[in-house]
């Protein structure tokens, strides 16, 4: 992760008087709603009628669309995902309705998952209030501390295999047909609903496309979203310098500038992920529609100043497992292999600044 410079320092989140910085950009904008509505909906809508047509030609011709159409449901998601804020449309009512519209498309329950969404902006880095909303994550203590069993279990799901090309599609097959158990009865009543949509709806479509045709293309779509959802949301807060805290230290502001990363994607995978990048942005304002994200982050040093996750740096923090609280920094599973090597940072700033005193004696 690249490092600002003394002058480009992070101003404290806490003094900083972000809340006007932001109320300018948390105005939902029809046209720009309607724009991205027809680019991305629509245009997801009319890709599974190509496939449908494609398939009459080539499986060869399908392919292609499947992956734009992989692409395009990530977008959907984020449509999906502003009106669960309340900050896509003007209109509640209109949010909810074209929230319900993207979860058919999704195969998510929009209540059930606007409730445990806002959990998770409510207790995002802090280590007390983990478990909804978010990925596993473990502490180094609490992991040496677990039972075997538990381990590797946690090992399984932490491998990238299963992370991103596995879970995801088990995800939106499987774990969102139920609600949580804590779950209230309109949480719980949307699952139901947005179950029995998808079978109707998709029973249609299975007819139309043939039941093995329909689930093929359905699982290379899902697998693509899917995966790249998953990935965009484990980069988001899971990264070198990442900030997290205990309950009591724990501060809105400060969690949403250095707990969330600012994932500088190139443009085309910025349209693709719907300005989700700018997700520090997000997290400090859940209220900003992401067609504002990207001018709302470059209206301020407060908020360009945060450092960049870029593409090529981000596949670094696939090793990143397990949160080391005595030195506050992720760390790879090779920390329970060898602990020696990660002394505490204190121990290890000391030896580093002895060491280099020795050279400059050996130099002079």
């Known amino acids: 992760m690249s490092t600002p410079d003394a002058s480009q320092e992070i101003p404290p989140a806490s003094k900083a008087n972000w809340k006007k910085l932001v109320a300018n950009y948390r105005k939902p904008s029809t046209p720009k709603a309607m724009i991205q509505i027809a680019n991305t909906i629509v245009a997801y809508i009319l890709i599974w009628i190509g496939m449908y047509f494609a398939l009459k030609v ?33 209109s509640r009512q209109a949010n909810d309705i074209l929230g319900f519209i993207c979860g058919v498309l999704t ?34 203590s609490e992991y040496l501390a677990a039972p075997k069993r538990t381990r590797i279990l946690y090992r399984i799901a932490r491998n990238p295999v299963v992370m991103f090309l596995i879970a995801p599609v088990l995800l939106l097959t499987i774990y969102q047909r139920f609600s949580a158990r804590n779950a209230k009865p309109r949480e719980r009543r949307s699952v139901w609903f947005m179950n029995l949509a998808i079978l109707l709806i998709y029973s249609g479509v299975a007819y139309l496309f043939g039941i093995w045709n329909y689930l093929i293309i ?31 230290g724990w501060e809105f502001a400060v969690a949403a500038m250095e707990g969330s990363s600012y994932y500088k994607l190139p443009p085309v995978l910025q349209w693709f992920s719907g300005n989700i990048g700018f997700h520090h942005i997000h997290h400090l304002s859940p209220q900003i529609p992401n067609y ?19 593409l090529k740096e981000s596949w670094k923090t696939v090793r990143l497992k397990l949160w080391d609280e005595k030195n506050r920094r992720l760390v790879g599973f090779e920390a329970v292999r060898d602990p020696r090597s990660f002394r505490d940072t204190e121990e290890r700033n000391v030896q580093e600044a002895s060491d280099g005193a020795r050279q400059s004696i050996v130099d002079a």
């Not at 399908?62 to 804020?85: E, K, Q």
């Not at 998510?108 to 969404?117: D, I, K, L, Q, S």
């Not at 504002?292 to 870029?310: I, R």
């Open 218 to 248: 359905q699982a290379g779509i899902s697998m693509i979203a899917g995966g790249a959802g998953v990935w965009l949301f484990y980069v988001q807060h899971q990264f070198e310098d990442v900030v997290w805290e205990r309950k009591e």
């Open 58 to 90: 080539s499986w060869w011709l399908v392919v292609p669309l499947m992956c734009i159409g992989g692409g395009l449901l990530i977008r959907v998601f984020i449509i999906f995902h502003d009106c669960g804020h309340g900050s896509y449309l003007k």
């Open 292 to 310: 504002h994200l990207q001018k709302c982050h470059e209206s301020d040093p407060f908020f360009a100043s945060v450092p960049p996750v870029t």
């Open 107 to 140: 195969f998510t329950p929009y209540m059930h998952w606007r409730w445990e969404h806002a959990v998770h902006h409510a207790s995002s880095g802090d280590l007390d209030r983990r478990g909804i909303g978010d990925i596993w994550t473990m502490t180094l």
